[in-house]
């Protein structure tokens, strides 16, 4: 199966694939996204929050390399908070 991209998509545009995957335009190239309807197959990686979130959803910034949360501080407000500290190559294993 082949998958049709739009020649000149929008910024932050997504498209629901043939295949069930959404992909979301970063400017530069089609990443993976996905939405609050499927949020338990991936951490919607890229280097913006993915549109259109819901409380409970997962974002990885795959610019810092930190893993996102969103969720309800309280009074409806929403807020994406870390869940994790930057990735590293250099990091060491503890035993």
Do not use: C
């Not at 998509?9 to 959404?22: L, M, Q, R, S, T």
């Not at 819901?54 to 996102?68: E, I, R, S, V």
């Amino acid at each position: 199966m082949s998958i049709q991209f739009n020649a000149t998509p929008a910024a932050d545009e997504i498209y629901e694939a043939p295949n069930g995957v959404n992909y979301q335009w970063d400017g530069e190239k089609w990443s993976t996204r996905t939405t609050s309807r499927n949020t338990s197959l991936g951490g919607n990686p890229g280097p913006n929050p993915p549109n259109g979130a819901a409380a409970g959803d997962f974002w990885y910034n795959t610019d810092t390399g930190q893993l996102h949360i969103f969720i309800d501080m309280g009074s409806g407000t929403l807020s994406w908070e870390r869940t994790s500290v930057p990735y590293s190559a250099n990091l060491v294993e503890l035993p």
